[in-house]
């Protein structure tokens, strides 16, 4: 009878060890998360759902709310967009009504857009027209924007321009047009003694035409009037500023030239 419950006792040890063993494997301890590696150059292709972060959700968030670096900004001129096209004619219409080239700062004014952004307008206007092959062309003249005819037209704006020719500056007057240029600001003093010839007429003329004004008085006895170049200069040459001049270097004969002139001179 002892060895019997004995062995009864026995079994029903054995089998609550493997109940016991059972339980502990369908109640595991939780397994660590895995790290995920990630490929930094195919990190762009990844996608927010492909790796859930715990206890945050994207759902609700707009994703137009969401800055991306490098995208353009509201103001940024991207072609084919619907306020692109507005601007470019915009631009397009201010320019060929505006009877001298207009400031960045001007069409930045009119446009509501930065300085930096029309400067980009601008520069995708002219290669356009370059493109195209147009007649005309977009310069930056004087500080400023305009439309000029295409230097290859010379030849046929120059027939057109007929009337033109009466109009012309003497030679004298181009020759004290060059020395105010480059020598500016100077006295009428100065640019007779340059010359060897009195010069006030000439720079009268220059005066009335626009292309020379009085800028300021020579602090030295006497104060002379001291005169300068004007913009309407800078239109007519296509510069944008008086220090796009070519040097004068390379309008000075080379030293063989003066030899040969000075032996010609000789007795």
């Known amino acids: 009878m002892g060895d019997m419950v004995g ?15 059972a339980a502990d494997g369908l109640i595991a301890e939780p397994a660590e998360p895995a790290e995920r590696e990630i490929d930094l150059d195919h990190l762009e292709d990844a996608r927010f759902e492909d790796a859930p972060v715990a206890g945050i959700s994207f759902e609700g968030v707009p994703t137009e709310d969401i800055p991306v670096e490098g995208a353009p900004t509201e103001d940024s001129p991207v072609e084919g967009a619907p306020g692109y096209l507005e601007q470019r004619r915009a631009i397009e219409a201010v320019l060929m009504v505006a009877e001298s ?12 857009l930065p300085p930096a952004t029309v400067d980009q307008i601008c520069d995708d206007l002219a290669r356009s027209y370059r493109d195209d092959q ?24 120059e027939r057109f321009v ?6 012309r500056l003497s030679a004298a007057a181009l020759e004290s047009l060059a020395i105010v240029a480059y020598k500016q600001p100077i006295s009428r003093a ?24 009085e800028v300021a008085r020579d602090p030295g006895p006497g104060q002379a009037l ?18 796009d001049l070519p040097p004068l270097g390379d309008f000075v004969p080379g030293p063989e030239v003066m030899d040969a002139l000075e032996q010609g001179l000789r007795p």
Do not use: W
């Not at 026995?10 to 016991?20: D, E, I, P, S």
């Not at 080239?101 to 509501?112: D, H, I, K, R, S």
């Not at 007929?162 to 109009?167: D, H, M």
């Not at 001291?226 to 220090?243: A, H």
């Open 7 to 21: 062995n009864a006792m026995g079994n029903a040890a054995g089998h609550a060890a493997g109940h016991h063993e």
């Open 101 to 112: 080239p207009v400031e960045p700062t001007m069409l930045a004014q009119l446009l509501e």
């Open 134 to 157: 147009r007649g005309f062309e977009l310069a930056r003249v004087a500080g400023g924007y305009r439309f000029q005819s295409h230097p290859e037209m010379a030849p046929y704006i």
């Open 162 to 167: 007929l009337e033109g020719q009466s109009a």
């Open 190 to 213: 100065q640019v007779a003694a340059i010359r060897g010839v009195n010069s006030d007429g000439v720079l009268r003329t220059l005066c009335i035409r626009g292309y020379v004004t």
């Open 226 to 243: 001291l005169y300068g170049t004007t913009t309407l200069l800078l239109e007519r040459l296509g510069l944008d500023k008086i220090e």
